[in-house]
């Protein structure tokens, strides 16, 4: 699987929106993007995926750049119960490839009121 | 829909002792793996299961192992217990492996803790 790059830690205020960066420039076509959030003591709780449209919930949106190298998550009005780590992680598509997920170490994201 | 249970949710063995670790996946999920979540190490795969079958392995030695039942219910197996064997072990659960509609979901884990 394609590794991927995060900023270790960001703060964002509270009300605001967080824009959370992930490059993957390894990706390949059969890979899509996926963003989990782990709270303290919790297990990581699925946010997000794509692979290659822009994708919105009601939790996030993700943006993926046309080249797919890159991607943001946005939080649009972050919370204080936002304070998470946040995972981007490239999966398979492929079936085969089952649910070996590779995660990195991920953005630790404080929200300040 | 209840998710992904895992039981018990905290754990304290001796060195030496083995473990027997239990995941209840979301209805009607098939695959079931396993994590091991350690401040060092982060976030690692042990291994997959899908129609009680190994699907894929991670790099951990032999002592730990798995197994699913024909309910998808999963234990996973922990021999030999060293105290680098502490760790957060987390269960995660989906409807297939790979497949671009079928997140995987995850449990809140068990707390091992090797004296």
């Known amino acids: 699987d394609a590794k991927t790059t995060q900023p270790p830690s960001m703060d964002c205020a509270e009300g605001r929106a967080a824009n959370l960066p992930c490059n993957h420039s390894t990706i390949s076509g059969n890979e899509y993007v996926y963003w989990y959030r782990q709270i303290h003591s919790q297990g990581p709780q699925y946010i997000i995926h794509g692979l290659k449209n822009n994708e919105t919930n009601e939790m996030a949106s993700l943006i993926i750049t046309e080249d797919r190298k890159s991607s943001t998550l946005i939080l649009p009005h972050a919370t204080l119960r936002d304070t998470a780590v946040y995972y981007c992680i490239v999966r398979s598509r492929i079936k085969a490839a089952g649910n070996k997920l590779t995660f990195g170490g991920g953005t630790r994201v404080l929200v300040k009121p | 829909k209840a998710g992904v249970t895992q039981t018990p949710r905290y754990l304290i063995k001796t060195r030496g002792q083995q473990v027997t670790l239990s995941c209840s996946p979301i209805s009607g999920h098939r695959s079931v793996s396993w994590y091991q979540q350690t401040p060092g190490q982060g976030l690692q795969f042990l291994f997959e299961?899908?129609?009680?079958?190994?699907?894929n392995k991670g790099n951990f030695p032999g002592r730990f192992s798995g197994r699913q039942f024909s309910n998808s219910r999963s234990e996973m197996n922990v021999s030999t217990l060293e105290l680098g064997d502490s760790a957060l072990y987390l269960c995660?659960?989906?409807?297939?492996?790979?497949?671009?509609?079928?997140?995987?979901?995850f449990g809140n884990g068990t707390r091992l803790t090797v004296t």
């Open positions: 995660a659960s989906s409807l297939e492996g790979g497949a671009h509609n079928s997140p995987l979901h």
């Open positions: 299961y899908f129609s009680e079958t190994q699907r």
